[in-house]
T-cell receptor, first 114, second 113 residues
Framework: DTGVSQDPRHKITKRGQNVTFRCDPI?????LYWYRQTLGQGPEFLTY????????KSRLLSDRFSAERPKGSFSTLEIQRTEQGDSAMYLC????????????FGPGTRLTVL | KQEVTQIPAALSVPEGENLVLNCSFT??????LQWFRQDPGKGLTSLLL?????REQTSGRLNASLDKSSGRSTLYIAASQPGDSATYLC????????????FGSGTRLLVRP
C-alpha cells in the first residue's frame, strides 16, 4: 500500500493557460474524490468517481474544469483558461466501496496562477 | 445544507497541556466523522474516524468523541508536544450515496516548547 499520490506537487502557470493534474489512488479503491482548498479554509468537494463513472460534480466545478478516470484507476483534473481565482491546493482522496468509507488523502497539488 | 464549524480557529498552548478542539455540525444525518491533521503546505493525514453509531475513538494520546444528536465532536489531545503543532480539520461524511466530506475551517494549533 503506497498511499495516494499526486503529480505535480506544485504548478505555477500564467493566467489563461491550461493545466492538468494527476491522482493515483490506493490500488483497488473504487472511489476517488477531488477537493479544493484555499488558504485558511477547509477543503471543498469538487467531484467524485466510482470506478470510471463520474457520479457527482459540485457547482464549484465550472465548465472550465473537467475530470476523468478513464480506466477506473488514476484520475486527471484539467483546468482550462486558468484564472487567478483558481489558485488553491487540489487534493485527491480515495476509499473503498465497503466498510466505513474512510477517505485517504494524497499530498495535494499546489496551483499558483500568475 | 450541512455546515461544519470548528472552535477555536487558533490555539497556542505550552508543552504538556491537555487540550480540547471542538467541532459542530448542523445536520445529524452523517455517516461518519473524521479528524485530520494538516501540516503547512501538505496534504491531510487521517487521525481518527468515528462511525455514526460510535461514541468515541482513541489512538495514542488522541481521543475523539461524537454526540450525533447534538451535532458535536471533540478531539482531546493529552500531554501536548511541539510536534503536535499543525492544523486540525474535522469533516463529516454525508449520509447519501456519495459519502463526500464536508469540512470545517480547522483549528491552528501551536504547542510552545
Amino acid at each position: 500500500d503506497t498511499g495516494v499520490s499526486q503529480d505535480p506537487r506544485h504548478k505555477i502557470t500564467k493566467r489563461g493557460q491550461n493545466v492538468t493534474f494527476r491522482c493515483d489512488p490506493i490500488s483497488e479503491h473504487n472511489r476517488l474524490y477531488w477537493y479544493r482548498q484555499t488558504l485558511g479554509q477547509g477543503p471543498e468537494f469538487l467531484t467524485y468517481f466510482q470506478n470510471e463513472a463520474q457520479l457527482e460534480k459540485s457547482r464549484l466545478l465550472s465548465d472550465r474544469f473537467s475530470a476523468e478516470r478513464p480506466k477506473g484507476s488514476f484520475s486527471t483534473l484539467e483546468i482550462q483558461r486558468t484564472e487567478q481565482g483558481d489558485s488553491a491546493m487540489y487534493l485527491c482522496a480515495s476509499s473503498t466501496l465497503a466498510g466505513v468509507y474512510e477517505q485517504f488523502f494524497g499530498p495535494g497539488t499546489r496551483l499558483t496562477v500568475l | 445544507k450541512q455546515e461544519v464549524t470548528q472552535i477555536p480557529a487558533a490555539l497556542s498552548v505550552p508543552e504538556g497541556e491537555n487540550l480540547v478542539l471542538n467541532c459542530s455540525f448542523t445536520d445529524s444525518a452523517i455517516y461518519n466523522l473524521q479528524w485530520f491533521r494538516q501540516d503547512p503546505g501538505k496534504g491531510l493525514t487521517s487521525l481518527l474516524l468515528i462511525q455514526s453509531s460510535q461514541r468515541e475513538q482513541t489512538s495514542g494520546r488522541l481521543n475523539a468523541s461524537l454526540d450525533k444528536s447534538s451535532g458535536r465532536s471533540t478531539l482531546y489531545i493529552a500531554a501536548s508536544q511541539p510536534g503536535d503543532s499543525a492544523t486540525y480539520l474535522c469533516a463529516v461524511a454525508l449520509m447519501d450515496s456519495s459519502y463526500k466530506l464536508i469540512f470545517g475551517s480547522g483549528t491552528r494549533l501551536l504547542v510552545r516548547p
